[in-house]
């Protein structure tokens, strides 16, 4: 092994979790570190990782944003034709995770995904600064383009045609929701003692609660 990578390694001091801490439920959980992680200034605090699996099990992840959370689930948006839209096709669940290090926590979501509404796509769309919108329709994410420059000259391209005026939301794109069935929350603690509290979604809809071992 290379022990220069071996040998990192970080003391995590700064909180503990405990089964009088929890809410009854995980989104009202999530909702109080979200505050604390948004209060602490952390950057790119919405950023998670989404993993995917296709039919056949061979699983995929990237970062993506979360734009959004209630108790229907945990919302990002991105092209349905994409890697991951294909593989959510064929096999509509997910895991996200997210990793807010200054924080030493880690929150684990697993759930089933439905496309959000296209009033919902519709409205997020709008929202985005006209350059990322122009961008979402000239893209055919996941796809192998010939060249950069290829990429660019369909921009401007678009651009040009479009000028000022209102940008359509392309059939292609659009949101995800990830509605929870299992959700984890990680504390670091010092000698890897760390505290972990899983939620599980249970057949009356009550959520049950258990400590894991770390
Ligand atoms: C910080 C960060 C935020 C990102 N946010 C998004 C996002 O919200 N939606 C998205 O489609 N891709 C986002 N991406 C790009 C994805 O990681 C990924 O490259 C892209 O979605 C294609 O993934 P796929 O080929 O697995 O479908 C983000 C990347 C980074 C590093």
């Known amino acids: 092994m290379n022990n220069d990578i071996a040998g990192i390694r970080k003391t995590y001091a700064s909180a503990t979790l405990s089964e009088a801490d929890m809410a009854a439920d ?3 959980q999530f909702d109080k570190w979200w505050k604390e992680a948004v209060n602490a200034n952390l950057l790119e605090v919405n950023a998670m990782t989404l993993a995917t ?6 699983p995929s992840a990237r970062i993506v944003l979360l734009k959004g ?3 229907a689930g945990f919302a990002f948006f991105t092209n349905y034709e994409s890697f991951k839209g294909r593989q959510l096709e064929e096999n509509p669940r997910a895991c996200l995770v997210f990793f807010w290090k ?10 089933v995904v439905q496309k ?9 769309f709008q929202s985005r600064p006209k350059g990322s919108q ?7 994410q996941s796809r192998v383009i010939e060249s950069r420059e290829w990429l660019e000259h369909q921009y401007t391209e678009f651009e040009n045609a479009h000028g000022d005026d209102h940008i359509n939301r392309p059939g292609y794109w ?9 959700v984890e929350f990680w504390q670091g603690r010092p000698s890897r003692l760390h505290d972990r509290m899983q939620y599980t979604l249970q057949d009356d809809g009550n959520w049950e609660l258990v400590r894991l071992a770390p």
């Open 26 to 28: 995980p989104v009202s």
């Open 53 to 58: 699996a296709s039919a056949d099990g061979f």
């Open 69 to 71: 959370f209630d108790t």
């Open 102 to 111: 200054e924080l030493e926590r880690q929150v684990r979501i697993t759930g």
């Open 116 to 124: 959000t509404t296209g009033a919902e796509s519709e409205e997020y």
């Open 134 to 140: 122009a961008g979402a329709a000239v893209s055919p």
């Open 174 to 182: 659009g949101g995800y929701r990830v509605a929870p069935v299992v």
